[in-house]
């Protein structure tokens, strides 16, 4: 590993301090023992002033941690989450996703599946036949429309990071790659259950899914050979018809099978130009993408990994973060953690890989933690889109 940000990120422990704690700041493993002795000395020595002065430090410290903390997440989250303008196309209605996260909707409104004027904070929207689906920021799902199949059944749906409207079928890609779908099942196109490792997802009378290593797989009506999609390979995109499924691969060119009574599927001819590859940050917990439980007192270790996909040597951002049950840390370029909501690095992207160990220790207190790690190609300091970021959750339990 090569690059500036490799001899920031060394190895540190984290002494995480809480409301209780004597100690306002989170110290690198060079100085944690020094620390923790002079802290039982403190304890020792009962009512010392030094004591009480820096206790004082250490509330005043974590109680303005608290008070910016809402307002820090809610900045993340809502730059990672924020409403891109698109548009979407039913049947007969079509949507529209405004910046601000409301919807507008014109055409047919049969079945009431242009009533989205009280949405707000949506992120993405999708329209089926007869239906109409909106992504919320905090990965919820609301739907309109037509409900014959309970295709609108999504209440009780978190987690989401894509929808997808099929003719009379919704599905929703979760966070750790795994798909559900509920409405009409008749030709067994809500039968992804079982699959795993999915970036995309789209469908109408069937399901498509793309898998991360470019595979797609398919589920449902088959009768025009719109599923016979097993032998794909290098996919970055799929988009399904009525009956006939579309693939975009990596150097522009594009695949299709099903029917193609209407010219459809002739695209062998096709080069829409070679696809950029967005930058990858991944972060581990004890070497799982979590969510992780650990005991309290047993190791932990994060790590951190970026592929830089296209865009090497363009100048970022580079965010190392952590939501801790006292507010926000961030990696500095020392190697330290420290109370806050900062970038850790400002340079170059670069390939970071093996990953990176940026936390080992024991003892972190019990409560539920939130690491982040993310890059975006706007050098200023602040969170700004595009945001290419990956997260894990880790809870740390009684012994």
């Not at 004597?22 to 020792?44: F, N, V």
């Not at 919807?103 to 009280?118: E, I, L, P, Q």
Request: some cysteine; aromatic content about 10%.
């Amino acid at each position: 590993m090569e690059g500036p940000f490799v001899l920031y990120l060394s190895i540190s422990s984290w002494v995480f301090v809480g409301w209780l704690s004597d100690l306002p700041a989170i110290a690198s493993s060079g100085e944690a023992g020094g620390i923790a002795q002079e802290t039982i000395s403190y304890q020792r020595r009962g009512e010392n002033m030094k004591h009480k002065l820096q206790r004082l430090k250490s509330i005043l410290t974590m109680m303005t941690i608290s008070l910016v903390s809402v307002f820090f997440i809610l900045a993340f989250q809502a730059t990672v989450r924020a409403a891109q303008p698109m548009v979407a196309a039913g049947e007969d209605h079509t949507l529209g996703l405004k910046s601000d996260g409301t919807v507008v909707a014109v055409g047919s409104n049969s079945y009431g599946k242009c009533d989205v004027s009280s949405w707000t904070d949506i992120a993405q929207v999708a329209a089926g036949e007869d239906h109409t689906l909106g992504l919320k920021s905090d990965g919820t799902v609301v739907a309109v429309g037509d409900n014959s199949y309970s295709q609108c059944n999504v209440s009780s749906w978190t987690d989401i990071v894509q929808v997808a409207a099929g003719e009379d079928h919704t599905l929703g890609l979760k966070s750790d790659g795994t798909v559900v779908a509920v409405g009409d099942n008749r030709e067994c196109q809500c039968n992804v259950s079982s699959w795993t490792d999915i970036v995309q997802v789209a469908g109408w009378n069937h399901t498509v899914g793309l898998k991360s290593d470019g595979t797609v797989v398919a589920v449902g009506d088959n009768t025009e050979c719109q599923c016979n999609v097993s032998s794909w390979t290098d996919i970055v995109q799929v988009a399904a018809g009525w009956n006939h499924t579309v693939g975009l691969k990596s150097d522009g060119t594009v695949v299709a099978v099903g029917d193609n009574n209407y010219g459809q599927c002739n695209l062998l001819d096709w080069d829409l130009g070679p696809v950029l590859i967005d930058p990858a940050p991944d972060i581990k917990a004890n070497g799982s993408d979590g969510p992780v439980s650990i005991p309290e007192g047993d190791p932990i270790s994060v790590t951190i990994e970026l592929d830089p996909g296209d865009y090497p040597g363009v100048q970022a951002d580079w965010w190392c973060l952590a939501y801790a049950p006292f507010g926000w840390y961030y990696y500095d370029d020392t190697g330290t953690w420290l109370p806050g909501f900062y970038v850790s690095y400002q340079g170059p992207l670069f390939s970071l890989i093996p990953p990176l160990e940026v936390l080992s220790m024991y003892g972190l207190p019990i409560g539920g933690y939130t690491f982040y790690f993310g890059v975006d190609s706007n050098r200023n300091g602040n969170l700004d889109e595009p945001l290419y970021y990956d997260s894990v959750e880790v809870n740390i339990t009684p012994p």
